[in-house]
Protein backbone atom coordinates (compact mmCIF):
# COMPACT_ATOMS: atom_id res chain seq x y z
CA UNK A 1 0.00 0.00 0.00
CA UNK A 2 0.93 3.61 -0.88
CA UNK A 3 1.21 6.54 1.31
CA UNK A 4 -2.59 7.90 1.55
CA UNK A 5 -4.85 9.77 3.05
CA UNK A 6 -8.16 8.45 4.20
CA UNK A 7 -10.70 11.46 5.25
CA UNK A 8 -14.20 11.91 6.12
CA UNK A 9 -16.19 14.96 5.08
CA UNK A 10 -19.37 13.66 6.38
CA UNK A 11 -19.84 15.04 10.07
CA UNK A 12 -22.31 12.30 10.88
CA UNK A 13 -19.70 9.65 9.48
CA UNK A 14 -17.08 11.66 11.76
CA UNK A 15 -19.02 10.93 15.14
CA UNK A 16 -19.51 7.72 14.01
CA UNK A 17 -15.75 7.27 13.48
CA UNK A 18 -14.41 8.42 16.67
CA UNK A 19 -17.46 6.63 18.67
CA UNK A 20 -15.92 3.34 17.03
CA UNK A 21 -12.36 4.08 18.13
CA UNK A 22 -13.23 4.96 20.99
CA UNK A 23 -15.38 1.75 21.70
CA UNK A 24 -12.15 -0.23 20.58
CA UNK A 25 -9.38 1.80 21.79
CA UNK A 26 -10.34 2.06 25.57
CA UNK A 27 -11.02 -1.62 26.53
CA UNK A 28 -7.71 -2.64 24.77
CA UNK A 29 -6.17 0.12 26.50
CA UNK A 30 -7.04 -0.86 29.96
CA UNK A 31 -6.31 -4.52 28.99
CA UNK A 32 -2.57 -2.78 28.39
CA UNK A 33 -2.44 -0.91 32.01
CA UNK A 34 -3.80 -4.28 33.56
CA UNK A 35 -0.79 -5.79 31.92
CA UNK A 36 1.48 -3.63 32.98
CA UNK A 37 0.26 -3.67 36.64
CA UNK A 38 0.61 -6.67 36.41
CA UNK A 39 3.98 -6.75 35.75
CA UNK A 40 4.75 -4.15 37.92
CA UNK A 41 3.46 -5.78 40.83
CA UNK A 42 6.04 -8.31 39.80
CA UNK A 43 3.37 -10.49 38.51
CA UNK A 44 1.85 -11.16 41.93
CA UNK A 45 -1.80 -12.83 41.99
CA UNK A 46 -1.29 -13.52 38.19
CA UNK A 47 -2.71 -16.63 36.74
CA UNK A 48 -0.21 -16.43 33.46
CA UNK A 49 3.56 -16.60 33.38
CA UNK A 50 5.69 -13.81 33.04
CA UNK A 51 6.56 -14.25 29.38
CA UNK A 52 2.70 -15.01 28.71
CA UNK A 53 2.20 -11.60 30.33
CA UNK A 54 4.49 -9.21 28.28
CA UNK A 55 3.80 -11.16 24.90
CA UNK A 56 0.06 -10.17 25.55
CA UNK A 57 1.46 -6.81 26.70
CA UNK A 58 3.75 -6.69 23.20
CA UNK A 59 0.80 -8.15 21.20
CA UNK A 60 -2.14 -5.46 22.16
CA UNK A 61 0.38 -2.26 22.12
CA UNK A 62 1.64 -3.69 18.13
CA UNK A 63 -2.20 -4.14 17.11
CA UNK A 64 -3.30 -0.92 18.42
CA UNK A 65 -0.38 0.90 17.35
CA UNK A 66 -0.87 -0.19 13.67
CA UNK A 67 -4.99 0.44 13.85
CA UNK A 68 -5.94 3.65 12.67
CA UNK A 69 -7.02 3.98 16.25
CA UNK A 70 -4.17 5.52 18.00
CA UNK A 71 -1.38 8.67 16.26
CA UNK A 72 2.07 7.01 17.64
CA UNK A 73 2.87 10.29 17.99
CA UNK A 74 -0.20 11.76 19.54
CA UNK A 75 -1.69 9.00 20.55
CA UNK A 76 -5.09 10.05 21.98
CA UNK A 77 -5.36 13.68 20.53
CA UNK A 78 -5.70 12.40 17.10
CA UNK A 79 -8.55 10.09 17.76
CA UNK A 80 -11.52 12.67 16.07
CA UNK A 81 -8.81 13.66 12.83
CA UNK A 82 -8.67 11.90 9.50
CA UNK A 83 -5.30 9.38 8.77
CA UNK A 84 -2.40 9.43 6.73
CA UNK A 85 -0.75 5.80 6.14
CA UNK A 86 2.82 5.88 5.64
CA UNK A 87 3.81 3.24 3.53
CA UNK A 88 7.46 2.97 4.50
CA UNK A 89 6.72 2.98 8.55
CA UNK A 90 3.69 0.97 7.87
CA UNK A 91 1.56 3.05 10.45
CA UNK A 92 -1.14 5.03 10.41
CA UNK A 93 -0.78 8.96 11.65
CA UNK A 94 -3.06 11.72 12.36
CA UNK A 95 -3.14 14.45 9.47
CA UNK A 96 -1.88 16.97 12.32
CA UNK A 97 1.16 15.51 13.19
CA UNK A 98 1.97 14.77 9.58
CA UNK A 99 1.34 18.47 8.82
CA UNK A 100 3.60 19.47 11.18
CA UNK A 101 6.82 16.40 10.08
CA UNK A 102 5.73 18.08 6.33
CA UNK A 103 6.28 21.63 7.34
CA UNK A 104 9.47 21.16 9.20
CA UNK A 105 10.54 18.76 6.21
CA UNK A 106 10.21 21.95 4.31
CA UNK A 107 11.44 24.38 6.94
CA UNK A 108 14.65 22.41 7.17
CA UNK A 109 14.75 22.36 2.65
CA UNK A 110 14.20 25.81 2.99
CA UNK A 111 17.74 26.74 5.28
CA UNK A 112 19.33 24.27 3.53
CA UNK A 113 18.68 25.99 0.10
CA UNK A 114 20.07 29.61 2.44
CA UNK A 115 22.96 27.13 2.95
CA UNK A 116 22.11 27.52 6.77
CA UNK A 117 23.12 24.99 9.60
CA UNK A 118 20.89 22.29 10.07
CA UNK A 119 21.16 19.98 13.03
CA UNK A 120 23.07 16.53 11.84
CA UNK A 121 20.39 14.80 14.12
CA UNK A 122 17.39 15.80 12.00
CA UNK A 123 15.59 12.61 10.46
CA UNK A 124 15.09 13.54 7.37
CA UNK A 125 14.78 10.33 6.21
CA UNK A 126 11.75 9.91 8.23
CA UNK A 127 10.33 13.04 7.09
CA UNK A 128 10.35 12.32 3.70
CA UNK A 129 8.63 9.38 4.17
CA UNK A 130 5.34 11.02 5.04
CA UNK A 131 5.60 13.24 1.52
ZN1 LIG B 1 -1.06 12.55 15.79
Known sequence: M???VCSIRDPRLRQIR??????????????IDSLKW???NNYKD???????????????????????????????KGIKRDVFY????KEWYCTDCVR????GYYLVLEKKSKGEWIDSGYPEEYALSFL
Not at 18 to 31: C, D
Not at 100 to 103: S, T, V
Open 2 to 4: KNK
Open 18 to 31: ENLRRIIAFPVQEK
Open 38 to 40: III
Open 46 to 76: SKDTPSEVKERLRNLESSLKKSTIVCPICHY
Open 86 to 89: NSLL
Open 100 to 103: IIRD
